[in-house]
């Protein structure tokens, strides 16, 4: 048997003088943390592949935790470990979930354009529909189930999952439950709509064949998918070419760095089929009588080879594989079970393209091998995806390119990186299970920002899963506002008025700051260890925090903020600022530059008037004239971007200069007043927030989401308080009124016939004596009612 050759890490360098970083990756293939040789005898360039995504819908935050994370690693290599990265990443644009989804989004338009209407016939073909979804679906559920009956009858059969349980009572609910819980929606909803259309023919047909789409895509599928034409490229290039532009756009406003270059699979056919031939011509590929092409493992491991190397485990997972395989695989004239097919024979309604084995298509494995390898050669260095795709897809990949490579004798990819899953109540998103939100609705809803999503993936490891969870959240938020005060307070002008500084507090900076560089290092050459990097920055900004600034040297504080600038920046926390052109900061840190001119003198000019009137001393006229004038700016020629701050400065010292400062105590609540307003309203409205802190001038920084939330709960409570007032007073005046009536009188009614001196019934109607135990729950009545009409009395006088 012939053997391959020894990965990198287990060489020396190919040349004795290449430095090359003390870097180790958690390596898929090792299942362990190996040390980091680029395939590049001079130690810088790396050659790198990515799975992109399968265009058939919107991408989701599953999509973002992949490719977010992606992105981070390859930021770490470029511009923290200076390596040459060329990063080439596919677009999966046909596959069969592609075919299926094409072929049934063109069936279904078309189906509504030829019925419009509600018609008895469009009915029938729903319930057709219905039928055939439950049989495919929710195969506990009779199909001929009536549409009315649905929902009670699933309640009866799914009950148990549908309230949160599993299908069998010893296991946890997993994804089993979740895709029935998905099936059963679709199916609910299609029910109702066929049962409403049924008795009020006039339902509106957009409302109803909203509600219907899923099932009546899968029955035209069934029934009319066969007679779409094999070289209709169009049905599914028209939803690939929407979904790779909703893609790209999505990527860029997380702020995912573009590949160096894409391939599209629909692009690479000649190079794919070619790239099957030579596997072929290897002897570890057979062909079919039906003309499909199967890769044989067994001659590839009889050559010295090794087949399921990432995940040895799973080789026999008959369901993984058959999912590797796809919907509309068919095993035919198969030597193993195992064996994965390179090129399908395409049946009708399949997009088939010219073979020497007759019309065909490319298996899902063999796209990302043929593309890869034309692009980056007979050995990449790194190749990543998701965990998921380890088994059968990469080890398929691995198999193939080796098979095609063979007479090299060497290892296709050194290093496979897998993102881990991002997860939602213990389940994985996953457009399969339409448990997801898209990143186009979580940005616009505001549940994250680029950089917080970020955060979120750099807190939580890139190979680890992560699930969103309230507390993650939330120490996202905290760790971006921290940040984002160092931040505003480095940026500020009045943090470099130093007033004495205290060569111990410097020094102390100073080392925490070499400590920081040294961990951050350490953390990163540990596999791209982003939690404790992100820990460490945190630890740092903690320390500069507990300084005097007013006692730190310039320089101490500047490298500081520099330092962390660069490497928030390295994390893509930054916006599009490249790296060697960050400035100290983040995106939103800072004011606008038309406004700085206004907006410094203003808040200096507010200081003063704040501390003045805080001292309790007489604020004269001169006084204010005089702090007014400090502030004045000579704007003739102010832009139009910079009048909303030069007004603001216009208006507060006209206002200032209006107040009458006869009384001290007086002036100075007006004074504080104005002040107040200043920050609370006319600037905040302006987008801009004026820090107050204990003997120090206030921060002038930009209003930020958490300002604005905070804002948001303090008028959330304030109204809650306020209703609640209401609601006591309300309750109190309701509880007055009821005391108008006297308790001579309250029992003077029809249900009694007689009653003594003070009001309170001896008899009932009929002239029968009360009974005791009556009477002593009456008197208790008498005695509240007595006390609230009192209370009434007493409310009255004066009135």
Known sequence: MESRQQPPWQQPPARPDARLPSLKVWNSLTRSKTPFVPLDPEGRKVKWYACGPTVYDDAHLGHARNYVSTDILRRILKDYFNYDVQFVMNITDVDDKIILRGRQQHLFNKYITEHPNITPEVLETARSAYSAYIKKNLPLINPET?????????????????KGGSLEADKKPGDTETKIKMHVKTATASSSAIAGAAKKPETSSQAFYDATQDVFCYYLDVTQGSTIPGDAYEIFTKLTKKYEDHFMRDMRDLNVLDPDEITRVTEYGPQIADFV???????????????????????????????????????????????????LSRATEKKSPDDFALWKSSRPGEPSWSSKWGQGRPGWHIECSAMASSCLGSQIDIHSGGIDLAFPHHDNELAQSEAYWHEHKHQWVNYFLHMGHLSIAGSKMSKSLKNFTTISDALKRGDYTARSLRIVFLLGGWRDGVEITDELVKNASSWEEKVNNFFVKVKDPSTYQISATDAASTETLTQALKSTQDKVDEHFC?????????????ELITT????????????????????????????????????DKCEIGWEGTDVPE???QYLYPLSAMRDSLRQAAMSGNQITSDKVKEIIGAAAVKDADTTEAAKPYSQALKSFSS??????????????KEIL??????????????????????????????????????????????????????????LAQEKLEKG????????????????????????????????????????????????????????????
């Open 655 to 668: 206002q200032l200069a209006s107040l009458s400062l006869e009384d001290a105590k007086s002036s100075s």
């Open 594 to 596: 038309v406004a700085k």
């Open 740 to 799: 108008k009536l006297s308790h001579l009188e309250m029992f003077k009614t029809s249900e009694f016939s007689a009653w003594d001196e003070e009001g309170m019934p001896t008899k009932d109607a009929a002239g029968e004596p009360l009974a005791k135990s009556r009477g002593k729950k009456l008197r208790k009545d008498w005695e509240r009612q007595k006390k609230a009409h009192e209370a009434w009395l007493a409310s009255q006088q004066g009135k």
């Open 277 to 327: 031939e030579k596997i072929v011509a290897n002897k570890f590929g057979y062909v079919a009588s039906d003309g499909s092409v199967y890769f044989d493992i067994k001659a590839f491991e009889e050559a010295g080879n090794h087949y399921a190397r990432l995940e040895p485990w799973n080789r026999n997972n008959q369901p993984l594989q058959r999912d590797g395989e796809g919907a």
């Open 673 to 730: 007043s104005l002040c107040d307003r200043l920050r609370d309203v006319d600037l905040f409205n302006l987008g801009i927030y004026l820090e107050d802190r204990e003997n120090k001038p206030a921060l002038v920084r930009p209003v930020t989401k958490d300002l604005l939330q905070a804002r948001e709960e303090q008028a959330r409570k304030a109204l809650q308080k306020q209703q609640e007032k209401e609601k006591k007073e309300r």
């Open 526 to 538: 540990d596999s791209f260890d982003t939690p404790r990097v992100m820990a460490a920055i945190s």
């Open 544 to 579: 500069f925090n507990s300084l005097d600034i007013q006692t730190l040297e310039p320089q101490a504080i500047e490298a500081t903020a520099k330092w962390v600038t660069r490497i928030v920046t390295i994390f893509g926390l930054n916006g599009a600022t490249p790296v």
């Open 146 to 162: 009536k549409p009315e009956e649905f929902t009670a009858e699933v309640d009866k059969v799914y009950g148990v999952v549908l």
